[in-house]
């Protein structure tokens, strides 16, 4: 299993970030994806999750309505599209399956 984040960085509170993970090392397409993140003092938490055909959604309460998770099994890849940010939102993002993790992504929300 190999998973690599892309995406990420500083934006203000109210702005949009996109993260991307490319899957490889397994069948994506037979699998479900979740995008977790950490903050600091606190346990690692699953923020969305998505079926293998992307018609299932699930999210944690914090970020519905702001955040969307999205896949592409042509290209392996898992998505969060996450609006409206709030500084709350800051921590490192991990797409994650089958207990294995991407390399994290730092999102930052600061004015």
């Known amino acids: 299993v190999r998973l690599v984040q892309s995406g990420g960085g500083l934006v203000q509170p109210g702005g949009s970030l996109r993260l991307a993970c490319a899957a490889s090392?397994?069948?994506?397409?037979?699998?479900?994806m979740t995008w977790y993140r950490h903050s600091p003092g606190k346990e690692r938490e699953p923020v969305a999750a998505?079926?293998?055909?992307?018609?299932?959604?699930n999210y944690t309460d914090s970020v519905k309505g702001r955040f969307t998770i999205s896949r592409d099994n042509a290209k392996n890849t898992v998505y969060l599209q996450m609006n409206n940010l709030k500084i709350e939102d800051t921590a490192v993002y991990y797409c994650?399956?089958?207990?294995?993790w991407g390399q994290g992504t730092q999102v930052t929300v600061s004015s």
């Open positions: 994650g399956v089958y207990g294995r």
């Open positions: 090392g397994f069948t994506f397409s037979e699998s479900v």
């Open positions: 998505i079926s293998i055909s992307g018609g299932t959604t």
